[in-house]
């Protein structure tokens, strides 16, 4: 089995795709893949797509200069997303025709319709691409449909980085619970508040603990996404919909944010041994799923109370194990920028063992 | 892909490998291979091999019945483990050709040398056997030569239930964690002491919390390898061997089981808001790795000092994406069952992609 080389177009080109093409560089050497990136797209940077690879790190020093990407592409046009996509599946015909192409999408969630983030998958399916997500939005609001026609084309969609960053959950099910039925789970799955929860916990203030995620990288860039608890109940949607095979999208999660909880709440809960942590959850309902998000007030012996600051944790409700806990005990680009190393891993693997051809 | 055929021999046919066969029947309609079971070995409830296959509910309703196993073969013979394993190989030779002849290992774990079963490890994967093993000793005393011989015969070497059953950490490094080093881990592995410091903690006393576990079929034959700390130091072996790259034994853990706690200090530890559990750990120390299992007075903030009674977890520190639990949260039978299963669809993908041949 050789080493397989893997053409990638990168949709959206923030902080974690950023991190990503550094870390591919870094960890290199311990790969059974190659990559080149033929384009990369974004939303006020410009684009560049060149069949002949483009160089990552130059692109991310470009765009942390301010500077538009044009520059690099040897001619350059204004391109939306899915031009980049359309124009990447042309120079590339070959690479896509033998499954060596990837699209890895990580444009910002957005939070109405997933969009265009859904229509940016399609897209790279139907141009016989693979496609990694980090983005939340495709399979938070159109797993099954996306799903489907991934089978139709014979390509594969990955989206570890959607929870819990890097920490495998998807892949822990799908690899290594043969047989398994999930029927339900708790988690804490918002990095931002748990850590604005801890904060106020230390008895510091809501918005300095905001602004300090938001400096860190980890808060979304609109930070009602965290408060309100819609990144969370994107996440539960994710969960429910590929997990339990349900077909929800974050607007069927009944929702509340942190934005309601006082200093004194967290005092009252204190004084009571007990702590309140944004919980996610889901468990079966006859045909259907009930899926919510919204502040608990945890005894101390709930494994949710134990996490601090940035810990994330998902508890698996199973039917042949028990209940089944993943815990990440620290949240950073790094671990979501290595969430779609560990997706390139398994189209290489599927690549070289022939199941992808 | 059609679902392939599995032949079975068993080595040990005590209570994990009984749950076993009747949850193979149970979740028959889930699995993407079907099983003959072709022989079993008992240490001393006889033995049975007939490549025509052996019903699994029948062999163990006659070793509960306190009968031998001989009466349910068509031609009798005293036979070892060895005996046995070398008459399958022999009479199963077609299938062992085609990857399709499968040793389970599940005799009691003995803790000097892990004999017989390195032995029968050996003898299997000479027989060009694929093996799974739930005994800890082949990979607590054997790994690397083990290993490298199923390499070089092309056969699996599988033992996911060695370490919280069929919870998956093995495969959860070998499938979903590609190109992260393991550089150490923490856990509480040894669910019969956790239990029996957690009904100390209640005021219980130390004797009837052992023979409660011991009637449930989770503390060991011989409660001293659990008391002692010598499961947790085979599973702590194990563990190093296979994540860490390590070639020690359990003799090489330095060990302190929980005999000497009292009562008293469990009230000492409480007083000052802390809990006492058995702590198994290792962490690279230059060339070696330096393990150990010994109790430890942890902090509530500790998620070790959360888990209670069966629970067990183990910390895995790694360099890319920092510290990941995984948290058993009640261990049985099935459990370990399952872990048996969840190795036999790994090799049935194997067949059925063509890794395997």
């Known amino acids: 089995m050789s080493a397989p080389e893997l053409a990638l177009v990168l949709i959206g080109f923030g902080r974690v795709a950023r991190r990503f093409v550094r870390l591919l560089d870094e960890t290199s050497d311990r790969l059974a893949f190659a990559c080149r990136i033929v384009g990369i797209s974004t939303r006020r940077h410009g684009s560049v797509v060149d069949a002949a690879g483009v160089d990552g790190r130059r692109a991310a020093a470009v765009v942390e200069a301010g500077q538009s990407l044009d520059r690099l592409d040897p001619a350059p046009l204004p391109r939306s997303g899915l031009d980049a996509l359309r124009s ?11 499954g060596r192409l990837v699209a890895i999408e990580s444009t910002v969630l957005e ?18 691409m693979h496609v990694v997500t980090v983005n ?5 609001f159109a797993y099954r449909e996306l799903a489907a026609l991934a089978g139709r084309v014979e390509r594969m969609l990955l989206f ?20 398994v039925h999930v029927t339900g789970f708790r988690g804490v799955l918002n990095t931002t508040s748990n850590y604005v929860l801890s904060a106020l916990e230390r008895g510091q203030a809501f918005e300095p603990a905001l602004r300090e995620m938001q400096a860190r990288g980890i808060a979304e860039a609109d930070p009602s996404l965290d408060v309100d608890g819609w990144d969370a109940a994107a996440k539960t949607a994710a969960l429910v919909n590929v997990l339990m095979g349900g077909a929800i999208t974050p607007h069927q999660v009944q929702r509340t944010g942190i934005g309601g909880i006082a200093a004194a709440d967290i005092r009252d809960a204190a004084a009571r041994d007990r702590r309140i942590r ?3 959850s889901a468990r079966r309902q006859g045909e259907s799923v009930a899926a919510r998000v919204e502040p608990e007030v945890l005894d101390r012996r709930d494994p949710l109370a134990a ?7 998902v508890y698996l409700r199973t039917d042949l194990l028990g209940e089944i806990g993943i815990v990440q005990r620290s949240g950073d680009l790094t671990q979501t920028a290595y969430a779609v190393i560990a997706d390139l891993s398994a189209i290489a693997r599927g690549l070289a063992t022939g199941v992808v051809r």
Chains 1, 2 share one sequence.
């Open 160 to 179: 570890e980085g959607v929870v819990m960053d890097g920490v495998p959950v998807f892949n822990l099910v799908r690899h290594t619970l043969p047989a």
């Open 278 to 280: 944004l919980v996610a």
């Open 88 to 98: 990447a599946a042309d120079r590339a015909a070959g690479e896509a025709a033998q």
């Open 111 to 128: 939070i109405e319709r997933g969009e265009p983030a859904v229509s940016h998958v399609k897209e790279a399916l139907e141009g016989s």
């Open 307 to 313: 996490l601090d600051d940035t810990e994330n944790a």
């Open 136 to 140: 939340k939005g495709p399979i938070a």
